[in-house]
């Protein structure tokens, strides 16, 4: 790490919500790592599989992990906990997920991602909390020809409504950034895998299906491509971006947005070739349309990321996917 850079300090105190989520758990385990006291917020909703949420809580578990079963939907139960511990660090990971399920499930959006999310700008706002560090997604980009991605680039054309709130998260977090001054960074999370990962995203389903012997689908006939990011280097700049606030801008706002990508897409059908290698084991293919909501391509410019903090995800799919494979295979007697 640069040694401009202040570190996580384990005096502090750290409000991580979606704790029991993908990102959440890495992020609450390399604080508690570090020493750090962590606040923990998550639902347990059965978008996936509850029990693999329960497991990570499980790992978590030790004297300076404090987990709060709440909906970012409840004000009231939030501020309290606010109160409580004196937070002086939000992250916010908690949100529902997914693009296809925002097709057919709208309305589930709109608690978590707008309701929650507002919620967690007014407590910040009301408990002077130091720095803002939320998850949006890649997924803003949207319609965008142009790549590699920037985030100078406009974002106006989301294909879903998933993409729609996360946009709308940088925009209500700017808007709370220059009326009340809450240091706040927004990071655009590409495609991230990983062990104790989410089931619903394509790596994590496509190897259930092909140990079981079932086809996978494969969209777009294999011809797509994405910006695959491990796990660990999502962590590692969380790690260096939590305790290091945007400096002011132009206006004197404290906002900035980042991407967080490995800067290196891979072809599906390519994608898919590394995974049957990993798990030893060939798939049966179906071959699809692309699916309504679905983007073509996604690419991350890091450039801010390597000129602020020294750093870029590096880690190579083949890599991460046997890393993956490694914990999944066991974990589900496979």
């Not at 983007?295 to 890599?319: G, H, N, R």
């Amino acid at each position: 790490m640069r040694k401009d850079l202040v570190r996580l300090e384990a005096s502090k105190v750290y409000l991580v919500t979606g704790a029991a989520g993908f990102i959440g758990f890495h992020l609450a385990r390399r604080l508690l790592a570090l020493g750090c006291t962590v606040i923990a917020v998550d639902n347990l909703n059965d978008y996936y599989e509850v029990s693999l949420k329960e497991e990570r809580l499980r790992l978590l578990a030790c004297e300076r992990f404090t987990f709060y079963r709440t909906d970012l939907a409840n004000y009231s139960e939030l501020d309290s906990l606010f109160k409580r511990h004196g937070i002086e660090y939000v992250i916010n990971l908690a949100a529902q997920a997914g693009v296809r399920y925002s097709i057919d499930n709208p309305y589930a959006y709109l608690q978590s991602n707008l309701v929650g999310f507002l919620n967690i700008l007014e407590l910040c706002r009301h408990h002077e909390v130091k720095h803002l560090v939320y998850a949006s997604s890649s997924s803003v980009y949207g319609l965008n020809s142009k790549i590699p991605y920037s985030t100078s680039d406009k974002v106006d054309s989301p294909v879903s409504l998933y993409a729609a709130t996360k946009k709308s998260n940088e925009l209500m977090a700017h808007a709370y950034t220059h009326l009340y001054h809450i240091p706040s960074t927004g990071l655009r999370f590409f495609t991230v895998y990983g062990p104790y990962g989410r089931p619903d995203m394509a790596y994590f389903s496509f190897s259930k299906r092909i140990m079981e012997e079932k086809s996978i689908k494969v969209f777009n006939k294999g011809d797509m491509w994405r910006d695959f990011t491990y796990i660990d280097d999502i962590i590692a700049a969380l790690e260096r971006i939590i305790p290091n606030p945007p400096k002011a801008n132009e206006s004197g706002d404290q906002y900035k947005v980042y991407n967080i990508g490995n800067n290196k897409p891979v072809r599906l059908s390519r994608f898919v070739e590394i995974l049957e290698h990993c798990l030893g084991k060939e798939a049966t293919k179906e071959y699809l349309p692309m699916q309504d909501g679905d983007v073509y391509q996604t690419y991350a410019d890091v450039t801010d990321l390597i000129a602020d903090f020294d750093f870029k995800p590096d880690t190579t799919l083949e890599q991460g996917l046997e890393n993956f494979v490694s914990w999944f295979k066991p974990y589900y007697g496979y």
